[in-house]
């Protein structure tokens, strides 16, 4: 009884009379009874920044699906997709709209019109509050008297609508307007954003995309081995920082590196020209893409790079396993099984041809000692990135919104897997000694992680989260990877491709039983089995094979349908988005992205098809969802107080 006064005279301090507290619980009971907002689903980005804008500009279809919930039949289908490129990308549009001559005076009257119908029905599933605070500060009383007004009944109050409308359109504003609608159009569309992992490699833009989501309203992120190894460099790990320079010089992502975070290249660069001057590094050129540079002697210069920080990452990884042998990677030590002098490899028994022998730092005697020019190089790489603002700004907003796992709305969201043994039990992983499994591992695990981060230089703990984070990366057992190994070494020094197969844990075996998700949906603290899901990425799915994202009768969606341009190939397709809306959840298939002034010449519609996955007619409510059970928490509290106040418990 005692603390529970201590806590409603705190309560207390903010309502401090019955009219306060009996608004307050007035105004959580009316927000319990608004829709459930939109949450919108995104996995597996690698970089792929315009992509990646125009899902979220489009809010996967749900823009152009408001805007024929509002206009039907009304709008031919080109106006209405139009309509969606201005509300997508407004001053591009406008602009490409001027050139065409087609901004007149009544185009801007009826199209402010059109787009506050728009902003009205997306706007109907919050307060006036949030709305309000949601509008620009310059014109919110304008486009709230709008949208308030616009569907007056009598003539008045249309005479006064149209008066501002033209006032607008006269003192010049009405672009200003239209950019301010838009935004605030897609900026309440979507309540949640979920960022399902991997945001890193591959794509030249991942430092883009950080910058537009350390900007945006709402949103989490569940850790992919991609963001991970990222995350451990910026940390200070020397093995996570080879392995983030040897991923960008593979797909030549220099931008991300050079011109988002500033990383000083020339240590790396000097030393393999003059390491690797006569080696033309043929099996070490960038992989082919539309952002690979065409002029040859960047690409051989990049080549060279390549090889010498694969080589330095090779002796790092050993020092890391060396360390760890509760990691189990020793079979990933390959330097030291190498017959110099024929050429060859002996992996298993087994002797393989290499497909490159020049392997200048490396010494049969002790070939996992870096040489002191290695050790230089290195050191200088990790002060780089451990020196990096904006790096550490990407960082700190990656741990603030992010984590390993989140259970959301009775969705268990998570990059990779749950390692499992081959009979579907729960896999144990040795973490500092100890072995966990389930959901009590990835905790420790993130445990460690934000101790590598942030810990203090003398905590022995920071020097074994690094060392962690890298297992993380790679490692059979780890949660966002999952895989046996990382075939790294084989795919460039062996042309044998059975020794590049990376099998995949028990988990992506098993993962379409349904007995399987659920028991896994259990051990994250998920008892309402009806309407759970799994929802993750990291494999991408190939629809052109037939195979489909949905798994174990609906309990797991895989999203990951290859966002990348590398993996359009092999998927067919360009990546799936999930949207979870009052009404159930929906499947976007995507087609590849060609550009945004294609987005803009021609409407915003690169979805391949939707897919219902869930669908109910009772409209899910927020007193439905984990928000609502915080609220209902809430006005019980309140309605103690209430009660305090009426009995003079408290004055």
Same mark, same amino acid.
């Given at each position: 009884m005692e603390r529970s006064m201590e806590y409603l005279q705190l309560l207390a301090g903010n309502f401090p009379t019955i009219a306060a507290a009996s608004t307050e619980i007035i105004n959580l009971e009316a927000i319990l009874n608004l829709p459930k907002g939109t949450e919108h689903f995104v996995t597996d980005i690698h970089g792929e920044y315009d992509a990646f804008d125009y899902v979220l500009r489009s809010a996967s279809g749900v823009i152009k699906q408001k805007i024929d919930a509002v206009f039907g039949d009304e709008l031919p289908?080109?106006?209405? =997709?139009? %309509? &969606?490129?201005?509300?997508?990308y407004p001053e591009a549009k406008l602009h490409a709209l001027k050139s065409c001559g087609k901004n007149t005076d009544e185009?801007?009257? %009826?199209?402010?019109?059109? !787009?506050?119908?728009? !902003?009205?029905?997306v706007a109907s599933r919050y307060t006036r509050s949030k709305v309000r605070k949601a509008l620009p500060k310059d014109y919110a009383y304008i486009i709230e008297e %709008?949208?308030?007004e616009t569907r007056g009944e009598f003539a008045s109050k249309q005479n006064y609508v149209r008066a501002i409308v033209d006032t607008i359109v006269l003192t010049g504003r009405a672009d200003h307007f239209i950019t301010a609608i838009s935004d605030v159009t897609r900026d !309440?569309?979507?309540d949640q954003l979920h960022i399902i992992g991997d945001i890193y490699d591959r794509g030249p833009g991942a430092h883009r995309i950080?910058?537009?989501? &350390?900007?945006?309203?709402?949103f989490d992120i569940q850790w992919g081995n991609h963001d991970i190894v990222w995350m451990g460099a910026a940390a200070g790990s020397a093995a &996570?920082?080879?392995?983030? %320079? =040897?991923?960008? !010089?593979?797909?030549?992502?220099?931008s991300t590196l050079e011109d988002g975070y500033g990383i000083n290249l020339l240590p790396l660069a000097t030393f393999a020209i003059e390491t690797y001057a006569d080696d033309p590094c043929t099996v070490f050129l960038p992989v082919k893409s539309d952002d690979t540079p065409a002029d040859v002697p960047q690409i051989r210069l990049m080549s060279q790079m390549h090889k010498a920080i694969a080589i330095i990452q090779f002796k790092l990884e050993a020092a890391v396993i060396a360390r760890h042998p509760e990691f189990r990677m020793e079979d990933r030590n390959m330097l030291d099984h190498i017959d110099f002098e024929k050429g060859t490899i002996r992996l298993k028994g087994v002797d393989y041809e290499l497909t490159d022998t020049n392997f200048p730092t490396v010494g049969p005697a002790d070939p996992y000692r870096l040489s002191a020019s290695e050790q230089n190089v290195i050191d200088r790489l990790v002060h780089s990135f451990t020196s990096s603002t904006s790096l550490a700004r990407h960082m700190n907003c990656l741990f603030n919104r992010g984590s390993l796992y989140l259970v959301y709305n009775n969705n268990l969201l998570y990059h990779g897997s749950v390692p499992l043994n081959e009979d579907g039990t729960l896999a144990g992983m040795q973490v500092n000694g100890e072995v966990y499994k389930g959901r009590k591992l990835f905790d420790t695990i993130e445990k460690f992680v934000r101790t590598a981060y942030f810990g203090t230089e003398d905590d022995p703990l920071k020097d074994y989260g690094r060392d962690l984070i890298w297992y993380l990366w790679c490692g059979p057992v780890s949660p966002p990877f999952d895989k046996q190994c990382m075939a790294t070494f084989e795919r460039y020094f062996i042309a044998d491709k059975s020794t590049h197969v990376e099998n995949k844990g028990n988990y992506y075996r098993l993962k379409n039983r349904r007995d399987i998700c659920e028991m896994i949906l259990r051990e994250f603290g998920i008892e309402d089995l009806e309407h759970a899901h799994i929802i993750n990425g990291h494999i991408p799915v190939k629809a052109s094979q037939g195979e489909s994202p949905i798994k174990a009768d609906g309990r797991l969606l895989v999203i990951d349908g290859g966002f990348s341009k590398v993996y359009h190939e092999q998927t067919g397709i360009a990546g799936y988005t999930l949207i979870y809306n009052s009404h159930g959840l929906r499947l976007v298939r995507? =087609?590849?992205?060609?550009?945004?002034?294609?987005?803009?010449?021609?409407?915003?519609?690169?979805?391949?098809?939707t897919q219902i996955v869930e669908y109910t007619e009772r409209q899910i409510l927020v007193r439905d969802t984990d928000k609502g059970k915080r609220l209902m928490a809430r006005v019980e509290d309140l309605k103690e107080l209430l009660t305090a106040y009426r009995t003079g418990l408290l004055r």
């Open positions: 289908e080109a106006e209405k =997709r139009e %309509l &969606c490129a201005l509300i997508g185009w801007y009257k %009826l199209v402010l019109m059109q !787009l506050i119908s728009v !902003l009205t029905r %709008l949208m308030h !309440l569309v979507i950080m910058d537009m989501l &350390c900007q945006y309203r709402d &996570c920082v080879a392995n983030v %320079l =040897r991923n960008s !010089l593979k797909y030549a992502d220099m995507h =087609r590849p992205f060609e550009s945004v002034s294609d987005s803009i010449d021609h409407g915003m519609d690169v979805i391949a098809d």
